[in-house]
């Protein structure tokens, strides 16, 4: 984006302002709530999810910052699992494009320069240098952060997000140590999801109510 095209300073200070607006808003519409399924408390809600995405947005194309939260929409809470839970897996997708890959080589090297054990990420000890090798960049900087962290930094590292999802799943007893590591995500049965939550670009489309009914 050319610096004409960039937000201004006041553009991103009114998102902001209209982000603190929003947290009032649905602060007021929780305290007064009817009951769990109180629309005032969604819409407020769903406001509040728009006025963070348009702040972050804003921010990253003026100053090249992220914020640390993500808002789920309540409709991505999904339980469907009825019986007792006595033990429980967490599954998470997140798929990401690497859509800026010098930001994400730069990145991966600046840690690299600062952790002497970059072996522990899947290089070399002697290389300590990333080079070109995308592939190489990605064991760095998977290997630095907890992958929420790279969630809430994505655009810090070059990466665009694509769909994700977090499902909770009830299973009978724990799993001994070890035991599904070769197939960690071959099991997964939706009628075990006691609760999910899912992202994804499709929920802003006009046309989400027809995606449903598919």
Partial sequence: MSDAAQPTAAEVR??????????DRHLEAVERRSGDDDPAVYDAFNELAAAAEDYDELLYERYD????????????????????????????????????????????????DLDPDVASHGLPASAGVVGSSVQ????????????????????????????????VAAVEELPEPGEWLNAPFDHADQRDVVCRFDVSSVFDDDEMDDFEEV
């Fill in 136 to 167: 190489a960049a990605l064991g760095v900087l998977f290997g630095e952060y907890e992958p929420d962290e790279i969630a809430s930094r994505h655009k810090e590292f070059g990466l665009e997000e694509g769909d994700s999802t977090l499902w």
């Fill in 14 to 23: 009114a998102a902001a302002e209209a982000v603190k607006a929003a947290l």
């Fill in 65 to 112: 910052e992220v914020t640390p939260f993500e808002i789920p929409s309540p409709e991505d809470s999904v339980p469907s699992h009825k019986g007792p839970v006595d033990a429980l897996s967490v599954l998470i997708r997140r798929d990401y494009a690497v859509a800026q890959p010098q930001r994400l080589l730069a990145q991966a090297q600046r840690l690299a």
